[in-house]
């Protein structure tokens, strides 16, 4: 349980899911739809066990090169990289870069070597060579046309995104690692239950908390493919491994995190 401050009052923090960051991709035509690490029409190979981003800006390119959605006609991208800063934070990690040095939030590290390798990959895939989509609105509008099919995959992004795919008819779907240049890396998200001390119910919130981190509540919360339980039994168990109506995509999020 986690203690801490917030608007002005002490909070109770009880976890409630977890999960690292990863790509989502298209199964469907543009990778292979008959078996894991298999080769789908663009030539490119499924990787399950990692890429780098030399491989991933390869990929993005051959992807591109199919040219329009056979049924809507609309542009194919290789890919769709959401730039907020947890996400743009992770890139960096995985150049071995940072946001700021040892020397706090004014010591800022964004024209490090490492940095820069990031930065200029993703200006190279989105502004130059364009095979990566370059959401000039809002962020969810990449989100929107992964999900009507017209790009090979999305990320780094985080488990949230499961409930949402689930609907998805069009094609199937699976998550890879999240490439890296250096070594792989990844964030922490996680989310918890709050219960503020001094709630005028104090008997009935803790008696759902209890619930919520108890194993009927993390198992409900499992199904939903949101993050990793913060239960190991239920993290382990077919309640995450093989949830109702996803497909069996949640190996990856306990691996990397161990």
């Not at 964004?110 to 809002?138: C, G, K």
């Not at 990844?186 to 709050?194: N, V």
């Not at 198992?219 to 939903?224: N, P």
């Amino acid at each position: 349980m986690w203690h801490r401050r917030a608007f002005g009052r002490f909070v109770s923090d009880c976890p409630r899911r977890t999960g690292v960051a990863q790509i989502w991709y298209k199964r469907s035509r543009i990778f292979s739809i008959q078996q894991r690490g298999g080769v789908g029409c663009a030539g490119v190979r499924v990787p399950y066990d990692g890429w780098t981003w030399d491989e991933f800006e390869a990929d993005m390119k051959r992807i591109t090169a199919l040219g329009r959605d056979r049924q809507s006609g609309a542009p194919i991208y290789g890919g769709c990289i959401q730039m907020w800063p947890d996400l743009l934070r992770d890139i960096l990690w995985t150049c071995g870069g940072e946001f700021f040095g040892p020397g706090g939030f004014r010591d800022v590290a964004l024209d490090s070597p490492q940095a820069q390798a990031a930065l200029q990959m993703l200006v190279r895939a989105r502004l130059i060579d364009r095979t990566v989509y370059n959401p000039t609105e809002v962020a969810k509008d990449g989100a929107e046309v992964f999900f009507n099919g017209s790009i090979g995959c999305i990320g780094p992004l985080g488990r949230w995104m499961s409930p949402r795919y689930s609907s998805i008819t069009k094609f199937k779907w699976d998550v890879v690692p999240v490439p890296y240049k250096d070594k792989p890396a990844s964030q922490l998200f996680y989310t918890a239950w709050t219960m503020s001390t001094t709630t005028k119910h104090p008997d009935e919130a803790y008696a759902l908390l209890k619930y919520l981190c108890g194993r009927d509540g993390q198992i409900d919360q499992a199904h939903l493919g949101l993050g990793v339980p913060c239960l190991k039994s239920v993290a382990n168990s077919p309640d995450f491994l093989s949830p109702p109506g996803m497909p069996p995509i949640n190996t990856l999020g306990c691996s990397s995190m161990r």
